[in-house]
């Protein structure tokens, strides 16, 4: 892999992490957004697995809320495995300006609501049959674009979770969606072409990004953070979208 394609890897993943230590969540996104920009979505998915499921790792699992969290959500988790599972071939089958289109939409809708003021509730007889599709349909996108966010971050966001628990449901969930798309790419072969040391330079700058981003978060308002987040989410699902339309 060229020099400088490790340079641009190494500073997206900089941000990505940094934006997943100060908000979160977001690495997917900022990642497969950004390196759509100089490669495939298939390509950048490949590089996203390992970081994504790794840093996830502390984030769904240490806490002490696992247990409820796997007692309310795992229909939504069966959801997301049958769901990326059915969409496997999507991202490797269609014509890489697709999924390039496809992943821009989803980045704006995204940016859109995070945007908005709208707020949905689900209440809690409805999680039953809801999760479940929700999950379903979230990995069917998954599996097209990459991007593990829509509707299930809105979704368990409308779950009016404590803080804490919130969190720690958005790791879990995303240890799912990481380690199904990480068997769709596999199936795909999309990984023999994978180069390592770009692999370790994710996770290490995932890593460093997270420790800058938690350090900021106890200095930096958070709330006009999440805005210009969310707007620069905007501009670069916009600028996907032209790119594949172009």
Partial sequence: ???????????????????????????????????????????????????AIITNLWQGLAGPYLR????????????????TWSGAGLMTGIKPWVATLLLGLSLVIYAGLGLSSVHFRVPPQREAWLGPIIGAITGVITAATGVFIIPAVPYLQSLEMEKDELFQALGLSFIVFSAALAVNLSSAGAF????????????VMSFLGMFLGQKLRQKMDPIAFRRWFFIALLALGLVLMARGVI
Avoid: D, H
């Avoid at 992490?17 to 957004?33: A, D, E, Q």
């Avoid at 409820?68 to 769901?83: A, D, S, T, Y």
């Avoid at 023999?192 to 996770?203: D, F, I, K, Q, R």
């Fill in 192 to 203: 023999e072409n994978s180069s390592m040391p770009a692999v370790g330079m994710t996770l």
């Fill in 68 to 83: 409820q969290i796997l007692k309310r959500l795992w229909p939504m988790f069966i959801g997301i495995l049958v769901g």
């Fill in 1 to 51: 892999m060229a020099t400088n394609l490790l340079l641009i890897i190494s500073a997206v993943y900089l941000l990505a992490g940094f934006v997943k230590g100060f908000v979160g969540f977001g690495m997917p996104t900022i990642s497969m957004g950004l390196l759509a920009l100089v490669m495939s979505p298939v390509q950048a998915a490949a590089l996203l697995v390992v970081p």
